[in-house]
């Protein structure tokens, strides 16, 4: 089993609607939780970091389960702009930061 | 300011070869990471500088890979002999870090190396 899971997609959108995605992770010891975007031929950037209680930016909520080992990332109102891949981060004891393979969303208008 | 750089953008060498990919990190950011992307594959995780020091080499994938950064500075990450499958985007990134709090992670533009 893999550290980091995530469904590959694509998860096709129509603009204005939700879509929610998971990331399972298998070290219970893990310790903070990301979610990292990244558009085609891009390098990573920062989409926000996930807390206990969950947390919300503008549209974008996260969330996280420690009981069942998983961070949740929602997006209300998709715009045109948000689709890119979402890489879920996971890091464990000892600083070591494991990526999953990241969700690829595809919002249409 | 600035971010993070890298250098070359884009290399390309014949196998067997040696290469040296360079990661200048953001001013005052005391980790440094590296990591490798195949093509339409997630990041894995290569190594990670705390400084000069590397307590986590756990990631690089053979001894024909080695990295060094010098005081809080340079990284460069180099491999020996190429092969075929070392062919990726060799993304470099850089953080502040305090203790066991993980900050957010700067990443460079990445080297694209192909091997031919």
């Known amino acids: 089993r893999k550290e980091v899971e995530q469904d590959p997609g694509p998860f096709n959108v129509p603009e204005g609607a939700t879509v929610a995605f998971n990331c399972t992770y298998s070290?219970?010891?893990?310790?903070?939780f990301f979610w990292y975007r990244q558009d085609c031929r891009k390098e990573p950037k920062l989409l926000m970091s996930?807390?206990?209680s969950g947390n919300e930016d503008g549209r974008f909520t996260a969330q996280l389960n420690r009981a069942s080992q998983y961070i949740s990332l929602l997006i209300r109102d998709s715009k045109l702009s948000d689709s890119a891949t979402y890489l879920c981060v996971v890091e464990a004891a000892g600083n070591k930061l494991t990526f999953g393979g990241g969700t690829r969303v595809l919002v249409k208008p | 300011g600035a971010g993070v750089s890298q250098s070359p953008s884009n290399k390309v060498t014949e196998k067997g070869k040696d290469v040296e990919l360079r990661c200048d990190p953001i001013?005052?950011?005391?980790?440094l990471y590296w990591y490798r992307q195949r093509l339409g594959q997630g990041l894995e995780f290569l190594i990670y500088f705390q400084g000069n020091s590397a307590p986590d080499k756990s990631g690089l994938p053979s001894d024909r890979f080695s990295a060094e950064r010098t005081g809080e500075s340079v990284s460069t990450l180099t491999i020996q002999r190429t092969q075929q499958e070392d062919s990726a985007v060799y993304l470099c990134?850089?953080?502040?870090?305090?203790?066991?709090?993980?900050?957010?992670?700067?990443f460079g533009p990445g080297t694209r190396l192909t091997v031919t």
């Open positions: 996930v807390y206990s």
């Open positions: 070290n219970s010891a893990s310790q903070s």
């Open positions: 001013s005052g950011h005391t980790a």
């Open positions: 990134a850089s953080s502040l870090r305090l203790a066991a709090v993980s900050y957010e992670q700067y």
